[in-house]
């Protein structure tokens, strides 16, 4: 029987924007960011490889890239972040699966 892609859903992740605003503080502090949503994810690696390292099409990635899926969102940006059980995980790339606007595939690197 095949599964239903909602009840994949089970990790809950925090999507972040950056604040516009180039004031004092940010400069001081680092980059400033704002919840943007909180919605449920299916959360996987990319790589589960023990070695830390794998090659795919000729490129060299390491383990820390994940792959987010989620319910399509038309104003999701690739300067936004994704924070997961308190790790931060920048956006890499997006993929609107099958152009048919109900799941958003999201690549993304930990920030280690």
């Not at 790589?47 to 987010?68: C, H, P, W």
Request: net charge positive; proline share 2%; glycine share 2%.
């Amino acid at each position: 029987m095949k599964k239903n892609f909602t009840s994949c859903l089970k990790q809950v992740i925090t999507i972040q924007k950056p604040l516009s605003n180039n004031n004092v503080f940010e400069l001081e502090s680092g980059e400033a960011w704002q919840d943007f949503a909180t919605i449920r994810a299916e959360v996987r690696a990319i790589f589960e490889k023990t070695s830390g390292e794998a090659v795919i099409a000729m490129q060299l990635m390491d383990n820390s890239y994940y792959r987010f899926r989620i319910r399509f969102m038309p104003n999701l940006q690739n300067n936004m972040r994704i924070i997961y059980e308190k790790r931060k995980f920048e956006i890499k790339r997006i993929i609107n699966q099958d152009e048919q606007n109900l799941i958003s595939i999201i690549i993304a690197q930990e920030n280690i």
